[in-house]
């Protein structure tokens, strides 16, 4: 099955338990899966690059802020 031309963007702050379902449910038909870690202190940044995710970190200080950041991210990476 040929993907589709879409980049998923996960933000995530100490997520390791969820994580990996997560990026494994998109990384099937998505192209790109673009975690943003705010700055995790558990496993989250080395599940998601174990499945294949490009991960970000960044901390989030305001919401809106952080999403659409994340968001020229994704544009910028590019599928």
């Avoid at 031309?5 to 673009?34: F, H, M, T, Y």
């Avoid at 998601?48 to 200080?61: P, T, Y």
């Avoid at 952080?66 to 544009?75: G, I």
Wanted: net charge positive; charged share 30%.
């Amino acid at each position: 099955m040929d993907k589709a031309p879409v980049s998923v963007v996960i933000i995530a702050k100490n997520e390791g338990k969820r994580i990996g379902d997560c990026v494994k449910a998109v990384s099937d038909w998505a192209d790109q899966v673009l975690v943003i870690d705010d700055k995790s202190t558990d496993n989250t940044k080395h599940i998601a690059e174990s499945l294949g995710a490009k991960v970000l970190v960044k901390e989030m200080i305001n919401e809106g802020k952080h999403r659409n950041w994340a968001k020229d991210q994704a544009k910028m990476i590019g599928c």
